[in-house]
């Protein structure tokens, strides 16, 4: 009698922790390991204990690890990594895939070890205005690092790929981040702040310098649009630029801060009459997909990485890094109604197979197959998804 394959063992960590979703970590931790349960693994993803009141071992099948931080600004993520890698190598983890390049060094530990490990590097987190000094070296170190002490490295986007390629002279496997499209989303959300269907321009992120809200407000300002613009998003902390930009007073602008409402939240992006995406730096953008699975016309920052995601013009408008740029696309954006519908139409066409969540954990499973050399039952035990925390 054939001896019964032994269940692949993989731990997550370097995010916040499930089911906790904030930001794009949170939320690829959330549907890659609900997917790998259902497909048999035995999925770990170490908490940020601080952030759960309740503390219980398994959610959702999840197995979940409380790990404990030095909490300060700058040592929280660092300190909880560092925890979480000592824990899982003390363990019988067969893989352990991380996220965040800040994480690199960490590598190191795992390699003594002898555990295989992937890690996300995410993007060019050095060049990132709010990292100066000795925090853009580090975070530069470690992106290094980590092309040097972990088995298998891993890109969202062929930029970064080649990026990483010219840096660091280092091999990258590209898996991109995934997407949820909805439609036929209520605008009841919208109708409560007084808006109809296409009455506004949207823009969606955390209020720092390198997502430009600043220069798509000032631009938008500058046009003849009678639409209003709203911003969804602001910082978990006291910050001047944020501060700045929110003592905006013009009642074209609206500032709505976080929405922690998914339908709420829906409803925004369902119903802009255009998208902006001030994203500068990075690989493949959760807001950007966001806006593609919800029918966005999108209006999005020129670099490298938005041309990938909208196939070079196939799904949007490229706007320049100056007031004059942004609102010469507005005002462009206002007397082309019949494109912006069209990009609306054929926005979800963009989610080609690569930004799907299901291919994503196929290749990620792909790589935790071929490091661990198990292989997963092919046809597993099925494990419901509950609404509910398991006690």
């Not at 997550?12 to 609900?34: N, S």
């Amino acid at each position: 009698m054939a001896a019964a394959k032994k269940k692949l063992r993989v731990a997550i960590m370097g995010a916040k922790g499930y089911p906790y979703v904030y930001g794009g970590y949170d939320t690829m931790v959330r549907e890659l390991g609900e997917r790998l349960v259902k497909k048999g693994i035995h999925v770990r993803v170490y908490n940020h204990r601080a952030l759960f009141p309740q503390k219980p071992r398994y959610v959702n099948g999840i197995e979940c690890i409380y790990t404990p931080a030095i909490e300060s600004k700058k040592l929280t993520q660092l300190s909880h990594s560092f925890f979480s890698m000592m824990h899982a190598c003390f363990s019988d983890i067969d893989v352990i895939f991380v996220v965040n390049s800040a994480n690199g060094p960490f590598g190191a530990i795992a390699r003594f070890f002898r555990k295989k490990t992937v890690i996300n590097v995410d993007g060019l987190e050095w060049l990132r205005p709010k990292w100066h000094g000795i925090a853009s070296k580090y975070f530069f170190w470690a992106s290094k690092m980590a092309t040097k002490y972990y088995d298998q490295l891993i890109n969202d986007s062929d930029e970064m790929q080649r990026v990483y390629k010219e840096l660091f002279n280092a091999e990258s496997k590209v898996i991109a981040y995934g997407a949820n499209p909805r439609a036929d989303v209520a605008a009841t959300p919208i109708e409560k702040w007084g808006f109809k269907s296409h009455d506004y321009f949207l823009i969606v992120g955390r209020l720092i310098p390198d997502n430009n809200a600043d220069l798509i407000i000032e631009g938008f300002l500058k046009s003849d649009s009678r639409r209003k613009l709203v911003i969804v998003g602001d910082v978990p902390f006291d910050d001047d630029y944020a501060t700045v930009l929110k003592k905006k007073e013009d009642d074209r602008v609206l500032f709505l801060g976080y929405i922690t409402d998914p339908n709420e939240l829906a409803a925004w992006y369902s119903h802009c009459y255009a998208y902006f995406h001030g994203h500068e730096y990075g690989g493949t953008n959760p807001a950007m997909l966001k806006a593609l699975g919800f029918g966005c016309s999108i209006l999005a920052l020129d670099t490298p990485f938005n041309q990938e995601m909208l196939q070079n013009g196939k799904h949007g408008w490229y706007f320049k890094k100056s007031t004059d740029s942004v609102k010469d696309i507005v005002e462009a954006a206002e007397n082309s109604q019949e494109r912006m519908a069209y990009f609306r139409e054929t926005a979800r066409e963009g989610l080609i197979q690569r930004y799907t969540w299901d291919y994503v954990t196929d290749q990620y499973l792909e790589v935790f197959e071929q490091l661990s050399g198990k292989e997963v039952f092919k046809n597993p035990p099925q494990i419901p998804i509950l609404e509910e925390v398991e006690k």
